[in-house]
């Protein structure tokens, strides 16, 4: 066991606390509810099933969206706080959709992303994390591997869903990335990134460098 462990597991452990606080809050409010029961409440009902959103293709406009998100220094959770795509107008956006926080190949991606951070920076370009999450789990894992950028908390999954990277089965995000313009244009779409493969970092930053 490394110097590490022990607080890896204290910090699992305090995200995972935090995440059932904040479950129970949500169920007591009756908000934070499964899409997946929402759907089958709904169709028990005799109501029609949410229809599915065609992810957005290159050279066309990326949808808004608007998310809590955390940060290795604060959470930001006020509607007037929270993170829209349209507020980054004017730089390049790198947005990567993954599957849960201190999973081994979400922390390979999220890390990897961080040790490149300043070359990405160079290009203007903003990296967004997206899952499931809770911002509690998202400020704890972003405190323990030192993450430069926002990871934001699509409880929900209202937003992956409009991006095609949802898996509705299991629960949880796919692993993509989309590579948004200063205009809001997605320019480059991965729908099957791999967090360990260098050939796909190294294509998403040969587009990123066509839009200097």
């Given at each position: 066991?490394?110097?590490?462990?022990?607080?890896?597991?204290?910090?699992?452990?305090?995200?995972?606390?935090?995440?059932?606080?904040?479950?129970?809050?949500?169920?007591?409010?009756?908000?934070?509810?499964?899409?997946?029961q929402e759907t089958a409440s709904a169709a028990s009902k005799g109501a029609t099933a949410v229809a599915?959103?065609?992810?957005?293709?290159?050279?066309?406009?990326?949808?808004?969206?608007?998310?809590?998100?955390?940060?290795?220094?604060?959470?930001?959770?006020?509607?007037?706080?929270?993170?829209?795509?349209?507020?980054?107008?004017?730089?390049?956006?790198?947005?990567?959709?993954?599957?849960?926080?201190?999973?081994?190949?979400?922390?390979?991606?999220?890390?990897?992303?961080?040790?490149?951070?300043a070359e990405l920076s160079k290009l203007n370009a903003s990296v967004l994390g997206v899952s499931g999450?809770?911002?509690?789990?998202?400020?704890?894992?972003?405190?323990?591997?030192?993450?430069?950028?926002?990871?934001?908390?699509?409880?929900?999954?209202?937003?992956?869903?409009?991006?095609?990277?949802?898996?509705?089965?299991?629960?949880?995000?796919?692993?993509?990335?989309y590579l948004i313009d200063k205009e809001g244009v997605v320019r480059y779409v991965n729908l099957a990134?791999?967090?360990?493969?260098?050939?796909?970092?190294?294509?998403?930053?040969?587009?990123?460098?066509?839009?200097?």
């Amino acid at each position: 066991m490394t110097n590490r462990t022990p607080k890896l597991l204290a910090a699992v452990a305090l995200a995972l606390l935090a995440n059932a606080s904040a479950f129970a809050q949500a169920k007591v409010s009756g908000e934070g509810s499964h899409p997946r029961q929402e759907t089958a409440s709904a169709a028990s009902k005799g109501a029609t099933a949410v229809a599915v959103v065609a992810a957005p293709k290159v050279g066309e406009a990326a949808p808004d969206f608007k998310l809590p998100y955390a940060t290795l220094e604060k959470i930001f959770m006020k509607p007037d706080e929270q993170m829209s795509l349209s507020s980054l107008k004017g730089r390049n956006v790198i947005l990567a959709f993954y599957p849960a926080d201190w999973s081994g190949g979400c922390t390979t991606e999220v890390c990897t992303l961080r040790d490149t951070f300043a070359e990405l920076s160079k290009l203007n370009a903003s990296v967004l994390g997206v899952s499931g999450d809770y911002v509690f789990s998202h400020h704890e894992w972003a405190k323990f591997h030192k993450l430069q950028f926002p990871l934001l908390s699509d409880h929900d999954h209202r937003v992956a869903r409009m991006y095609d990277s949802f898996m509705e089965q299991a629960g949880f995000n796919k692993r993509t990335v989309y590579l948004i313009d200063k205009e809001g244009v997605v320019r480059y779409v991965n729908l099957a990134f791999k967090a360990g493969d260098k050939k796909d970092y190294d294509a998403l930053r040969a587009e990123l460098e066509k839009l200097k």
